[in-house]
């Protein structure tokens, strides 16, 4: 089992992600955590909420599994598939700004923000 599937907040994935990184003994470790943050949230993440495709979801499985510390696509747990978005304004909030704000300012009360953004979107096991 992926010790993340029992951490219900963001804020919790985030904390045990970079102590992954800082516990892998190479070099840098916030650094390459902090650029693959911001790969993933400030630019997959925005890109995808525009423009939802395949070719975006798995960009944004990909730098998922880099941010989990994991060099190999693990195609049993990851759905390939675009999320059905039936409520196009909360995936833009969620996509755009919450992630972007998440992405620059990793704090308790924009994680709080970026989760209650996920909820109202309606998509499952899409944070």
Avoid: C
Avoid at 16 to 33: A, S, T, V, Y
Avoid at 45 to 62: A, M, Q
């Amino acid at each position: 089992m992926n010790p993340l599937d029992f951490m219900d907040t963001s804020e919790e994935r985030y904390q045990f992600r970079r102590r992954l990184f800082e516990r892998d003994g190479k070099r840098f470790p916030r650094l390459r955590h902090w650029l693959l943050w911001i790969l993933h949230n400030n630019i997959v993440h925005p890109i995808l909420g525009l423009f939802p495709s395949e070719r975006l979801v798995r960009w944004h499985k990909v730098t998922s599994q880099w941010l989990n510390h994991r060099r190999r696509l693990d195609t049993t747990v990851y759905k390939w598939e675009i999320p059905k978005v039936n409520k196009r304004l909360p995936w833009l909030i969620h996509n755009i700004l919450s992630h972007s704000l998440i992405g620059l300012f990793p704090f308790g009360w924009a994680f709080r923000w970026h989760d209650s953004t996920a909820e109202k979107m309606g998509i499952p096991d899409w944070v």
